[in-house]
């Protein structure tokens, strides 16, 4: 069973910055493809960004230039920059990994952004 586990969410003010971490039980190499996603009161759960296992990226247009997901091989983690922040980025953010070869999809429990003054 594969566990994601994330961390680094909370409140900040507008304009402020937060560092989210998600922390994987296996290599993160086993995975076809990490990501983030967002889910808003009253929304659906939309996608963020995206890392593959060959390290390409993407990113919602809402937060292109703003947000950047990384990855730290040796410690099974990855990682959502998130900078200058605005309200509209308030939502609990999970952490989704999708295996090589089943394509079995796992998330994790969510942290809670909340962005306000």
């Known amino acids: 069973q594969v566990q994601l586990v994330e961390s680094g969410g909370g409140l900040v003010q507008p304009g402020g910055s937060l560092r989210l971490s998600c922390a994987a039980s296996?290599?993160?190499?086993?995975?076809?493809?990490m990501a983030w996603y967002r889910q808003a009161p009253g929304k659906e759960r939309e996608l963020v960004s995206i890392?593959?296992?060959?390290?390409?990226?993407k990113y919602a247009d809402s937060v292109k230039g703003r947000f950047t997901i990384s990855r730290d091989t040796g410690k099974n983690t990855v990682y959502l920059q998130m900078n200058s922040l605005k309200s509209e980025d308030t939502a609990v953010y999970y952490c989704n990994g999708v295996m090589l070869g089943s394509g079995s999809a796992y998330w994790g429990q969510g942290t809670q952004v909340t962005v306000s003054s």
């Open positions: 890392i593959t296992h060959v390290g390409s990226t």
């Open positions: 296996v290599s993160i190499f086993a995975m076809n493809a």
